[in-house]
């Protein structure tokens, strides 16, 4: 018996041919002028950015405002473009602070929509005194959250500033978890920047390990840290046998300072990591004291053969330092048990591998948006299930995650990029929302995706009386979503101080952070869904009526009036850039 499989294609194509080409030509044109706006409004962000001043929120700072930190700081330099920072001075004009941001080298951590600027205030030794937020391009209500948090920015207070490696992994804010972790990366990021290469800018060389393997020649050395500020690697024969490892004090140590200055040591270890000795390169304090601590090998003999943690835990009292350059000898030893502490939390870290719990959550929403695509493409009823997924939807995407497709999260990524390291999840999910639509005539994220939509279809079972709405108040009501997508796109081009996510109702989920009007719509969309079937997905929400644009149809042939205002905004999106 012949089977005859079915034939897939896109969307449901008109009989007439050429009425069938056509629409995807007009398609086409559509998806393209969506294309062409996100792009522009891309590039206008991209260049105001970079033109805007770069620290003018910085520069705003005043003394008055430093003195509850430090009492007797008096004045402020400007900021300084080459280092990024201003320095806080005493009466005497003496450097007692230092006063930084993290933009722009923290601008590529992106919480949910964007980026946070930072102020950090440092003691003269360089520790956190206070953390504030400067400005920021991501949700308001998160933002807010985070920087009304009694703990989260406390938390980093009195941590030293070279050191991010070693800071305490500090918990998130609770309902505002992807700008809380942007804000960690920031700061990192920040903190890595300043360790100074140039002081010590030699690179190790084989040659220079070759008296703690007298034996084993030649050698070669391999960098083993994928974190630039801390220099470690292994020392390989001439067969390539790994048969020992080496560690650099620079630029982990280079804020330690013996009579003038700080000491480039290296480190040598056996293929246990038992100590074998160590070797000055080059130094800043006084020469002939750095010359008496070359010629002595107390210090070496003292610490010979200890491991790791025997050397970071070496009470430095047992070593009296170098007759006639004790403060230079001392600084040796503070610097190798500082770097030895730094690959001990390093190598910790990275023994720890990585996060399976978000690395489970990213997965649980890429499955569910895969799981609401199938939903689509089937005609099979399967009530319970469809409810189970429904609950799911609403308790792990809503509750949980917060990972919403919306006008903020579509217009913030426009303009500040895809945080792929810190949601790729939630970046699959909303791509896969886009891309559906246009190459199918199903719109899976409105249907089977959407938390706030599987609310309102629990909601139409509720088997309440339903209302109608006579036809002249319907159209009017279909007039709102467009509106507020074009309000949108204005916000988004313009830079108008327009908070996105308040203007719908999806922020609401994450009700401990949420701000009124959010809540206010959400409770209003749910309510009128016990008596208008899905009233908000219909009457009320931008975001569908942007995927519904880009949705193909029966009749994608046709030129509409949104077409005509799609062109319109790209014109003048174009404009706005130019």
């Not at 960690?184 to 990021?189: E, G, H, I, R, W």
């Not at 293929?271 to 107390?298: A, C, H, M, Q, W």
């Not at 949601?423 to 938390?451: F, Q, R, T």
């Not at 975001?543 to 949705?551: D, E, I, V």
Request: proline content about 4%.
């Amino acid at each position: 018996m012949n089977v005859q499989l079915p034939i897939l294609k896109m969307g449901s194509p008109p009989k007439n041919q050429l009425q069938y080409w056509r629409s995807v030509f007009v398609h086409a044109c559509r998806v393209a002028l969506f294309i062409g706006i996100v792009f522009l409004i891309r590039k206008q962000h991209k260049e105001l950015v970079e033109n805007r001043t770069d620290a003018s929120a910085l520069s705003a700072i005043k003394v008055a405002e430093l003195q509850e930190l430090i009492p007797n700081a008096s004045g402020l330099t400007p900021w300084n473009r080459s280092s990024s920072i201003r320095i806080i001075t005493s009466p005497q004009n003496e450097e007692i602070g230092t006063l930084l941001q993290t933009a722009p080298i923290g601008n590529a951590s992106i919480g949910y929509l964007g980026p946070t600027n930072l102020m950090v205030v440092l003691s003269a030794d360089k520790r956190i005194l206070d953390i504030k937020i400067l400005d920021s391009e991501d949700t308001f209500e998160h933002v807010n959250a985070v920087a009304e948090s009694d703990k989260f920015l406390a938390s980093y207070r009195g941590l030293k500033w070279d050191f991010p490696d070693l800071w305490p992994d500090v918990d998130s804010v609770s309902g505002a978890t992807l700008t809380s972790f942007a804000v960690k990366q920031s700061l990192q990021a920040r903190a890595g920047s300043q360790i100074n290469f140039s002081k010590f800018p030699n690179k190790i060389e084989s040659h220079e390990l070759a008296q703690f393997f007298p034996e084993l020649q030649p050698l070669s050395i391999h960098n083993n840290s994928e974190n630039p500020n801390l220099v470690f690697g292994s020392v390989h024969n001439n067969i390539n046998e790994k048969v020992g490892y080496f560690l650099r004090s620079s630029p982990i140590a280079n804020s330690l300072s013996g009579y003038q200055g700080p000491t480039d040591t290296l480190i040598a270890f056996d293929e246990r990591f038992r100590f074998l000795g160590s070797l000055i390169r080059s130094s800043y304090d006084n020469e002939p004291y750095v010359e008496y601590v070359k010629e002595d090998t107390y210090l070496d003999d003292l610490i010979r053969g200890k491991n790791l943690q025997e050397i970071s835990g070496f009470d430095s009292t047992e070593y009296e330092g170098v007759s006639g350059a004790t403060m230079t000898s001392l600084n040796v030893l503070s610097g190798i048990q500082t770097t030895v502490k730094h690959l001990q939390e390093y190598e910790t870290r990275i023994g720890k591998g990585p996060n399976w719990i978000w690395v489970f959550t990213e997965c649980l929403t890429v499955l569910l948006g895969l799981i609401g695509i199938c939903f689509s493409f089937t005609s099979v009823s399967r009530r319970r299930l469809r409810l189970v997924f429904q609950v799911i939807l609403i308790i792990y995407l809503g509750f949980i995650a917060g990972e919403i497709l919306s006008q903020a999260v579509v217009f913030g990524w426009a303009q500040n990029g895809l945080p792929l390291k810190n949601a790729p999840g939630m970046v699959l999910l909303c791509v896969s929302a886009l891309a559906v639509p246009i190459i199918s005539k199903h719109n899976s994220y409105c249907d089977h995706i959407c938390p706030f939509g599987a609310v309102q279809q629990l909601a139409m079972k509720s088997g309440m009386k339903r209302v109608g709405v006579n036809r002249r108040l319907r159209r009017v009501l279909k007039l709102v979503p467009a509106t507020l997508l074009i309000i949108s796109l204005l916000a988004a081009s313009g830079h108008l101080s327009l908070n996105l996510a308040s203007i719908e109702p999806f922020d609401a989920f994450s009700f401990r952070v949420a701000g009124w009007i959010t809540i206010a719509i959400a409770v209003t969309g749910l309510f009128v869904s016990f008596f208008q079937p899905m009233a908000y997905c219909r009457y009320g929400c931008p975001t569908g009526a942007m995927l519904n644009f880009l949705r193909f149809n029966r009749r994608s042939h046709e030129i509409q009036l949104r077409d005509g205002v799609a062109l319109l905004m790209l014109i003048l999106a174009l404009l706005i850039t130019i």
